[in-house]
């Protein structure tokens, strides 16, 4: 079973780095409403978030769950079961990204880290998941419309993707997606 994992807010908490471009633009926190930030925040704090990517920050990002590196590991581990990350981050840096991935213990190849120019949906369409799972809207209607079978991760920080629960399956979480589709029973 090959399965396919977004990064930010499925793997990792993107919350603090947020948090650090709304403190550097002086302006108070609110939450993301829509996927295309340009309509919803200033152009100075937009900025800031692109400039934050780029920086050692990326490396400290904390997971949603202390549990999912080893989760992910586990499923590694099985021979039954291949991993892929799938990131369609603006800036295209492979390597920061797999370092970011071990750095929060989880053990991968950087074969197993894309992170490239390229729509994601189309990336995901020639990987040819069993599962990917992701939270954003943009690739989870291209998955849709692509037949990419699609679990969408959807909770209070993923306002913008809340329009497509009628549509798509969806959990709060990757750990209770990961566990009600039976992922989690056989692993050590
Ligand atoms: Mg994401």
Known sequence: MLLTFDLDDVIFNMKPLTMEAFRRAGVPYVKQTSWNIDEIYDKKLCD????????????????????????????????????????????????????QLRQAGINCSFVQVYDQEGLKSDILKDIKPDIHFDDSPNVIRGCMEKSVPVTMISNNSTLYNHYLRPYVEHYTSLRRALMKKGLLTNLK
């Open 48 to 99: 800031n978030l692109i400039d934050l990517w780029s920086s050692d920050m990326l490396y400290t990002m904390p997971v949603l769950d202390k549990g999912i590196p080893h989760i992910l590991n586990a499923l590694m581990a099985q021979p039954e079961t291949e991993v892929l990350f799938v990131t369609e981050r603006r800036l295209k840096q492979p390597e920061k990204t797999f370092r």
